[in-house]
């Protein structure tokens, strides 16, 4: 909550949209109401955008990462064992049931009435049925059945960390009205410096 409401202030709280507000109040103070509440709302409007663009790629990345499973069941010496996802090495025999979550891409070499969600990843939410040879991905949800897997990639090397880290790097691309609405904004920002001057000159 507190990276979002960082998010926020960051995209309303900037240094341009200050300037744009002064501008509106200078505006304001001369009697040109419809001219600033015409630069405040682009100003919101622009700011508003740019939240919801950064909010959802925030939202994405807690997710999979809240969908990492702690756990996971590993044949070790013949034995099924419990361990940290995070001890999991490639060629590891892991073992799935339903209500698992998937610790990492894998490859199935037996498989039982198997079904996975893949709905984090791919935005899929309907049950996908996986069979010996099928690869299953880190972070899928098991709905049904049962299976053994073999472990192809772990941690960052999965697709789930690849999508991780490629979210964490994201930097939201302006859309052709975005970067028309910044180009306004910044000659906006300009002429508000120049009004606020010839404001506190003639007004003060």
């Keep these: 909550m507190k990276h979002i409401q960082t998010i926020i202030f960051r995209n309303f709280i900037s240094p341009i949209s200050i300037a744009i507000f002064i501008l509106a109040g200078g505006l304001l103070l001369v009697g040109e109401v419809r001219d600033a509440w015409f630069i405040s709302f682009v100003i919101l409007v622009n700011s508003f955008i740019g939240t919801i663009q950064e909010v959802r790629a925030y939202l994405t990345l807690r997710k999979i990462e809240l969908m990492s499973a702690p756990r996971a069941m590993v044949f070790r010496d013949g034995k099924l064992e419990e361990i940290l996802f995070t001890e999991l090495q490639d060629g590891d ?32 939410s309907d049950a996908i049925s996986k069979n010996v040879g099928d690869k299953i991905l880190s972070s899928s949800i098991v709905v049904s059945g049962e299976a053994e897997a073999e472990v192809l990639a772990v941690g960052e090397n999965t697709e789930a960390g690849q999508m991780a880290a490629k979210l964490k790097n994201y ?34």
């Design 171 to 204: 930097k939201p691309k302006l859309t052709p009205i975005q970067q028309k609405i910044s180009k306004l904004i910044s000659r906006l920002s300009w002429f508000a410096r120049g009004l606020a001057i010839v404001i506190c000159v003639v007004y003060f």
């Design 93 to 124: 025999k892991i073992f799935l049931k339903t209500g698992d979550e998937i610790p990492a891409d894998a490859k199935i070499t037996k498989s039982n009435s198997f079904e996975v969600n893949e709905s984090i990843l791919t935005g899929e």
